[in-house]
């Protein structure tokens, strides 16, 4: 599924890099703990969290995660935010809830980003 | 490069291509990951396969972060050798009282501010180890832990 097709799904706001929502995201790893996305998420998928930090862009780069989803309506930090921009990984965030955000997603179709 | 990769033990006489340091400063959250990033730039520029990039990036930044959460200073070594990549990160700190234990999943010793940063949850450390080709770890508490780290991987000019 495109990345504009889940922005439209979730009624996201796209926060940067948005010349990339044509990016085809194959699956989907939900984590607030950085550690589990390192060690678990397959590339290319789309990291759903909560935690807006720096750490969470900087984990999206290095686990090659095609978007960051914040959800519960979370903005990331300004340094979050910049260096987003830097690697273009798109940030957006939704006001539906982690469980919401990915009940939808799954119902969607999209399936888990996890390693065997 | 051809045949099997060979195993990349201490050797005095090994061909480093590219060297450098890095100094990760102990409880600096907030640049906490900009070592891993320098390094996979460099890695990218050196023309690693990308799998090869991706598992030494994880390994970087789980190291950097247990330095930054953990030590008071830390230096993360870079050495680029015909067979892959070599990493040592060596920190001054309280260091590891039981290695066996801490590196159990699950294992931790951090407080809720470095929970709060998404990490500490005892898996960082296995990480390493799982995304290594071989793989080290010593301590001594009260100085510091030594983790040293090597993932094969040829150059793309040279397979």
């Given amino acids: 599924m495109q990345l504009r097709s889940i922005v439209e799904l979730l009624g996201c706001e796209v926060l940067c890099s948005r010349e990339a929502l044509g990016v085809d995201v194959p699956s989907c790893f939900a984590a607030d703990l950085m550690s589990d996305v390192l060690a678990f998420a397959t590339p290319n998928a789309l990291l759903v969290t909560g935690l807006t930090s720096v750490q969470a862009v900087h984990t999206a780069d290095v686990a090659e995660c095609a978007a960051i989803l914040f959800v519960g309506a979370k903005r990331p930090s300004r340094e979050a935010l910049e260096l987003a921009e830097r690697r273009a990984i798109p940030l957006l965030s939704t006001s539906h809830s982690m469980f919401e955000a990915c009940g939808v997603l799954r119902a969607a179709g999209i399936p888990p980003a996890r390693k065997a | ?159």
């Fill in chain 2, 1 to 159: 490069m051809t045949g099997p990769t060979p195993p990349l033990a201490d050797g005095a006489a090994e061909e480093v291509l590219y060297s450098e340091s890095f100094r990760i400063v102990g409880n600096d959250f907030e640049h906490g990951g900009e070592v891993a990033a320098r390094v996979k730039a460099i890695l990218k520029q050196l023309g690693f396969p990308g799998d090869a990039i991706r598992r030494v990036s994880i390994a970087n930044f789980e190291a950097e972060m247990n330095v930054i959460m953990y030590a008071e200073e830390g230096t993360l070594d870079l050495a680029v050798v015909p067979g892959g990549v070599r990493v040592t990160v060596a920190d001054r700190g309280q260091g590891i009282p039981d290695i066996d234990w801490a590196m159990q999943e699950g294992h931790s010793t951090a407080t809720p501010e470095m929970r709060a940063r998404g990490f500490g949850a005892g898996l960082g450390l296995p990480n390493i180890k799982r995304n290594s080709d071989e793989f080290a770890i010593t301590s001594t508490v009260g100085t510091g832990t030594t983790l040293r780290y090597v993932v094969y991987a040829g150059l793309s000019a040279e397979n």
